[in-house]
């Protein structure tokens, strides 16, 4: 009888380690590098969804930010634009004023992106991780990788959705040390949500990140 009990718990211990080798690892979401356009306006015009598809083509973020319902945590963000406060109409890249298309050609405002955009090292972390197998539920991981925070630094995290075939801000944190941020945890649902994480030095994003809808 003891040996039958022991032969029955040695091949349920082996069962369960042949399981968990086969298992599949946690769910992960990663993020990708990328040059970010944020727009403040009141409504989704067709001038806004022409950028936005302009954008999306060059494989450049872009944001808008709706001024006549802003987002939650916005009053921080208008504060850190950097060259004008955020105004109906407003384009920005990389935190930096670039035009305004109610003022200014449109096609003029793609250009002067398209020939400033920059290129980042990409060490920002950023990541949606499965507490589960199934992916019941999610959390987002933020974080910096081998960087010397410099004095004037602000970090932001936005989360936006998809509203037609324009990125949305739906919140958004703006703090001097990530650590600070209330990061999104035990998210039930990820479908059509968002995530752009970057960092400002002296005005200038000098490096992002972003996780597109599902």
Do not use: H
């Amino acid at each position: 009888m003891k040996r039958l009990k022991w032969f029955l718990i040695a091949t349920s211990a082996i069962v369960a380690l042949i399981l968990v080798s086969c298992a599949p690892l946690p769910l992960i979401i990663p993020s990708i590098t990328q040059n970010i356009v944020e727009v403040t306006a009141n409504s989704a015009d067709p001038y806004l969804s022409d950028l936005a598809d302009w954008c999306d083509q060059n494989d450049i973020l872009m944001l808008w930010y709706e001024l006549d319902q802003p987002p939650d945590g916005f009053d921080g963000r208008n504060t850190a634009f950097s060259g004008s406060p955020a105004a109906e109409e407003n384009v920005y890249l990389n935190n930096e004023f670039v035009g305004n298309y109610g003022t200014t050609d449109l096609n003029t405002i793609k250009s002067t992106i398209n020939a400033s955009k920059t290129t980042f090292s990409g060490t920002l972390i950023l990541y949606l991780k499965a507490d589960d197998l199934l992916g019941t539920s999610w959390d987002l991981i933020v974080g910096e990788a081998g960087q010397t925070k410099i004095a004037v630094t602000n970090y932001v995290l936005v989360e936006f959705q998809t509203e037609g075939s324009i990125y949305k801000v739906t919140k958004v944190q703006v703090v001097s040390d990530w650590q600070n941020f209330n990061v999104p945890k035990d998210m039930s649902s990820i479908t059509n949500k968002g995530f752009a994480f970057f960092r400002i030095d002296d005005d200038r994003v000098v490096d992002a990140r972003v996780i597109y809808p599902q």
